[in-house]
């Protein structure tokens, strides 16, 4: 069945229909990509028709295409089930009836990376300068790869020794703690980018992108020192919905460029990332005897099941429990060291 002309000539537009409905209820720009980018790919499937002349049908053939013939992630047939339902319910004003029958990829528990103490040190001593701080945090503070890109100065307060991660996932705010070995390397480096900040500020620039509506009620916020990234980027760059220059934050690739680089030096066997930075400091936190609800509200963590996983690769999980080969070796080197406690006595006598 081919397209109507109709059908095809409209749904570019619907396209921008939907990204201007993400930007009303503030999605991310990451998101907004990805929900068009799915949506297209589900007008295509279907030969470009318009979605308003599929439903649940089609919406049920397409997540099964997923896993059936690409074989994609769970989190991936999700975020394409997420983006589909906000095309229908949210710009096509349409309640969809139950969707059943779709083939959902099992998302089996996984237990995370995790490096040792010994490990971690090893891959940050190899990260040098910005890159080396930027680690820190990741490891000392639990922080997220974005949300450590995306710090703000008046997001590190130094008085009171805590940085608050703003808009984290979920857009859920929550505080977590600045290491005391930290303060005087991120004093410093905040030195340097006052001196950046303040050369833009006089060449006219000096504008970094504001949350929400808060360009139209801070009008020279954007100027402002509090308001400047903590890791702002080398250059200068276009912003891909307002087109105005501004100095975004430094771009996360060359962080996890970096990261992956010091891995490979340090030859750690294992499939690390940045993100093993966050599970390492989860780990060891539980590890030195932290309540698992503290651990919680520093990961910021909704449920505390998501935090118990950490608890699976623990040394000792649990109680302190000791492998039978373990005891096994035990009882013989006891039962040697009788042997010998007796031969020695005899030989006393």
Not at 93 to 122: C, H, M, N, S, Y
Not at 316 to 322: E, F, N, Q, S, W
Request: net charge positive.
């Amino acid at each position: 069945m081919s397209p109507s002309t109709a059908a095809v000539a409209s749904w570019p537009k619907l396209l921008d229909r939907v990204r201007w409905h993400l930007r009303v209820k503030h999605y991310s720009i990451r998101t907004e990509q990805a929900y068009v980018d799915w949506i297209r790919r589900y007008i295509l499937f279907h030969r470009k028709r318009h979605p308003n002349e599929m439903s649940e049908k089609e919406i049920t053939e397409f997540l099964t295409h997923l896993a059936v013939k690409k074989h994609v992630a769970a989190s991936t047939q999700n975020q394409a089930f997420c983006a589909l339902l906000f095309l229908y319910q949210q710009v096509l004003q349409r309640k969809l009836d139950f969707i059943d029958g779709v083939v959902r990829v099992k998302r089996p528990p996984k237990i995370p990376v995790v490096f040792t103490r010994e490990e971690a040190r090893a891959v940050l001593d190899r990260l040098v300068g910005e890159y080396r701080l930027m680690s820190d945090l990741l490891y000392g503070s639990g922080l997220r790869l974005m949300e450590c890109v995306r710090l703000r100065v008046k997001d590190i307060d130094f008085g009171y020794g805590h940085i608050t991660v703003r808009d984290g996932k979920g857009l859920r705010d929550r505080v977590t703690l600045l290491p005391e070995r930290l303060r005087r390397p991120l004093q410093l480096h905040l030195e340097r980018v006052k001196e950046l900040h303040l050369r833009d500020v006089a060449k006219g620039g000096g504008r970094v992108y504001l949350p929400f509506a808060l360009r139209n009620k801070y009008p020279n916020a954007a100027r402002s020192w509090a308001w400047q990234y903590v890791f702002p980027a080398a250059k200068v760059s276009t912003d891909p919905r307002s087109n105005e220059i501004r100095r975004h934050h430094i771009g996360e690739k060359n962080l996890q460029n970096a990261v992956k680089l010091a891995i490979q030096q340090s030859r750690i066997p294992k499939a690390a990332s940045c993100h093993t930075f966050r599970h390492s400091f989860a780990t060891h936190l539980l590890e030195n005897g932290y309540d698992i609800r503290t651990v919680q509200e520093l990961l910021g963590h909704k449920d505390v099941s998501t935090t118990m996983i950490y608890t699976h690769v623990l040394n000792k999980p649990g109680l302190a429990i000791r492998s039978p080969l373990d005891e096994e070796r035990s009882s013989c080197r006891n039962h040697s060291i009788s042997q010998l406690d007796e031969t020695f006595s005899s030989n006393s006598r």
